[in-house]
Structures are given as C-alpha cells and as structure tokens.
C-alpha cells in the first residue's frame, strides 16, 4: 500500500514528509503506521511501517534516527543510524545524499530544516524541554558548520499539540517566563491554576529569532485528531496503555 505524507512547498524540492499514523501494518493502539521501536508493537510491523515510510519519500534511501532524550543535543551524520547505534540526541544534520533524517514524535513538535543551496539538511524533535533549551538554535549552527547560512534555511513545523489541546500548570509557564518574560504570550487561561501553551508558535518563534526567514507552521493538532496522529496525552487522558509514534523525515536526493 502506497502511503501519502504531509509536505510543504516551503522544503520543495527537498526530499521530505509528515507522516500521521495512516498507511502501515500495525494493529489495535498502534494502528497502522506506528515507527516507534519504544512501542510495545511488534517490531516486524515497525520495521515494515519505517519501510513504507521511507519509499514513500526517498526510494532507496538509508534512515538516521536518534534516541531522543528531550535536549538540545545535535548530531552530524553521514551514515545510517539505527537501533543500538542510535546517537542520544534530539536533532539530526546532514550533507550526505541518499540519507534521510527521521524524528519521532507523539505530540512533540517535528521541525524538519533545509538549505537547498548548501546542500543541508536537519530534524529536529522538539518538546517543550527541548524547545525551551535551544534545540532548533543548536541545529541551525549544526547545519551552519556543515556549510549551510541561516538566511537562507527553510523551517517547517509539523504536526504537534495544538495550544487547545495543551493545557499546563502555571509552574510549567513559570519555566518560560523566567527564560524570558515575553513568553508570557504563548500562554492563555485554562481552568483555575492552569493555562495552554502553545508549543507550535514558541518553535516558530525560536525559528525567527535565530535568522530563519521562510518558516512554515501546518498547523495540525495531534491530540484532537485520532483517526490521523498518535498523542502521548491523548492516550493517557483515555488511560491507555501505550501509544503510537509518527515519524517525519527530510534527506537529500542522491546525485
């Protein structure tokens, strides 16, 4: 079955998408395109549904993946990163064709990079802890060290929990208004003690502050719509027991 990713005309003619949970093999709380080796899913299906994925956007392409650990944590890569021989990290750059770049996300936002002059490429998986702690700034000077220039990197910011969807205590706003008091704006009331964070406009944000003049936002709430994303806070809210990741990849064509 051939499966359709989210792109951007922003990242054209950059090999690249935003995949949701449609297309794959996989059954029951991780039905279908479930990438997420931390899953409790068998892992012939993932291994199918990473597959499917990858001829999806660049046939014959080798993946780089990392374990991700909510930092800011950069890593150059020039070669297949997989399984054990995943970096800890939470963002990926390369200038290697034939290479695609994958995060995993489940609510968390996805933001794929690319200077199509350059030749360079970058992922990025950014939660709040990322997010707040730099990891698309770290990514822009990795793909800068790489040869790219930040004038000319184009951002999208995939799939993630919308503001609606994100409702936070006030000690989680406390953390961004003490980096900055301006991240004030991101917020908006909740319930009594709580408010909603806007994690896609933070990261858009960030994007703009560090240079990047052509960043696309898709606006796509994971939380809200089941049929289509996996979300972390969905399955808990319904008490599930485990839940889905989606992945989103860019990589550069081979020559």
Request: proline share 5%.
């Amino acid at each position: 079955m051939s499966i359709t990713p989210r792109r951007t005309d922003a990242l054209a003619p950059v090999p690249h998408g935003f995949f949701g949970r449609e297309g794959g093999v996989s059954h029951g709380l991780y039905a279908s395109l479930n990438v997420g080796l931390g899953s409790g899913d068998n892992l012939l299906a993932v291994t199918e549904n990473r597959a499917r994925a990858l001829a999806a956007t660049l046939p014959g392409a080798a993946l780089a993946t990392a374990y991700q650990i909510h930092s800011a944590q950069v890593v150059a890569v020039d070669m297949p990163l997989v399984d054990d021989a995943r970096p800890h990290a939470d963002a990926l750059v390369t200038a290697t064709p034939g290479l695609l770049l994958g995060i995993l996300t489940a609510d968390c936002a996805p933001v794929l990079f690319a200077d199509v002059t350059a030749g360079v490429v970058g992922a990025a998986h950014a939660g709040w802890k990322g997010a707040l702690g730099g990891v698309t700034d770290a990514t822009i000077a990795a793909m800068e060290a790489l040869g790219a220039r930040r004038e000319t990197i184009v951002a999208a910011v995939g799939p993630c929990i919308s503001q609606a969807s994100y409702e936070v205590t006030m000690a989680f706003r406390d953390n961004f208004s003490a980096d900055n008091g301006a991240n004030i704006r991101f917020f908006t009331p909740g319930k009594p003690g709580h408010v909603h964070f806007n994690l896609e406009a933070y990261v858009a944000h960030r994007l703009e502050a560090a240079g990047v003049g052509n960043i696309t936002k898709l606006g796509e709430d994971t939380s809200s719509q089941p049929e289509r994303y996996f979300s972390y806070r969905r399955a808990t809210l319904n008490s599930e027991p485990d839940y889905g990741r989606q992945i989103s990849v860019i990589g550069l064509p081979t020559r």
